[in-house]
T-cell receptor, first 111, second 116 residues
């Protein structure tokens, strides 16, 4: 069974600070996704990475997929209170086999 | 375009009763997922359908849980009999899977189930 670990579990920072959260596994994934979930809502997709070493940018968010496709990071520049939420990574093998979500990093950005 | 639709949004039932959760995926999506989320266990994949066929049901907790997808626009998750430990938020998600890669999933608003 493929497992995803995320760190840190909780993160509280001031507005304007930079931060990085991590998603790690001992397994190789065909694709890896990052989602953000706000209270009372379902997760919302931020990005999908497929190629080892791939880097994608979404405004102030930078996502990187490890060369071996076993890990990923999410870096937020100049965090804002609107970035507050639960950040989840998720991945699976070919054709969705063993698709799993990590436990998430709960981010709080204080004004 | 409407997103994933789930009903009911909230369900409170007594232990031993049958519970049926419903999901309408986004039109044109060929993959559908059922998840359960709790504080203790996080987001767990229960079952995954592709083109209406169950592909991976290894996450279904036990025989009390069953899921069907009779057509491309409707799926149900049934719990019979329900138990207090089934209390959770149940999410349905759909995806336009392309080849071997699941690129993105769109989640519904969830059904909050409480079993007393």
């Amino acid at each position: 069974t493929q497992l995803l670990e995320q760190s840190p579990q909780f993160l509280s920072i001031q507005e304007g600070e930079n931060l990085t959260v991590y998603c790690n596994s001992s397994s190789v994934f065909s694709s890896l996704q990052w989602y953000r979930q706000e209270p009372g809502e379902g997760p919302v997709l931020l990005v999908t990475v497929v190629t080892g070493g791939e880097v994608k940018k979404l405004k102030r968010l930078t996502f990187q997929f490890g060369d071996a496709r076993k890990d990923s990071s999410l870096h937020i520049t100049a965090a804002q209170p609107g970035d507050t939420g639960l950040y989840l990574c998720a991945g699976g093998g070919n054709y969705g086999q063993n698709f799993v979500f990590g436990p998430g990093t709960r981010l709080s950005v204080l004004p | 375009d409407a997103g994933v639709i789930q009903s009911p949004r909230h369900e409170v039932t007594e232990m031993g009763q049958e519970v049926t959760l419903r999901c309408k995926p986004i039109s044109g999506h060929n993959s559908l997922f059922w998840y359960r989320q709790t504080m203790m266990r996080g987001l767990e994949l229960l079952i995954y359908f592709n083109n209406n066929v169950p592909i991976d049901d290894s996450g279904m907790p036990e025989d009390r849980f069953s899921a069907k997808m009779p057509n491309a626009s409707f799926s149900t998750l049934k719990i019979q009999p329900s138990e207090p430990r089934d209390s959770a938020v149940y999410f349905c998600a759909s995806s336009p899977q392309v080849g071997r890669i699941i690129y993105e999933q769109y989640f519904g608003p969830g059904t909050r189930l409480t079993v007393t």
